[in-house]
């Protein structure tokens, strides 16, 4: 998958051939280097986002895990914790 949330009928193939996705969701605010300035929403509506996800592809066999914003530029615990109140 593409660090975004894939179309159902990409999902409905790989239920069928019985291969395994990786659903995620997008990466949330705050890009900076290399990608320039860029933030689109705030962690509230990322998680928003993130259980939309879940509810719409909960029933395909396929997906086998969910990741949450792997691209957030946190590199030690104390940003982590700032970021998601």
């Keep these: 998958m593409a660090h975004n ?3 159902p009928v ?3 193939i790989m239920d069928n051939l ?3 996705a990786l659903n995620e969701n997008h990466y949330y605010g705050g890009h900076t ?3 320039g300035v860029y933030d689109p929403e705030d962690v509230f509506e990322s998680m928003k986002d993130m259980a939309d996800l879940v509810q719409r592809d909960r ?3 396929s997906v086998w895990a969910w990741n949450f914003c792997n691209e957030a530029p946190h590199t ?3 940003q982590t914790r700032q ?3």
């Design 59 to 61: 029933s395909h066999a």
């Design 76 to 78: 030690t615990p104390t």
């Design 33 to 35: 280097y290399p990608y």
């Design 83 to 85: 970021s998601f109140p």
């Design 5 to 7: 949330p894939p179309e």
């Design 10 to 12: 990409r999902l409905d």
């Design 18 to 20: 019985g291969l395994l």
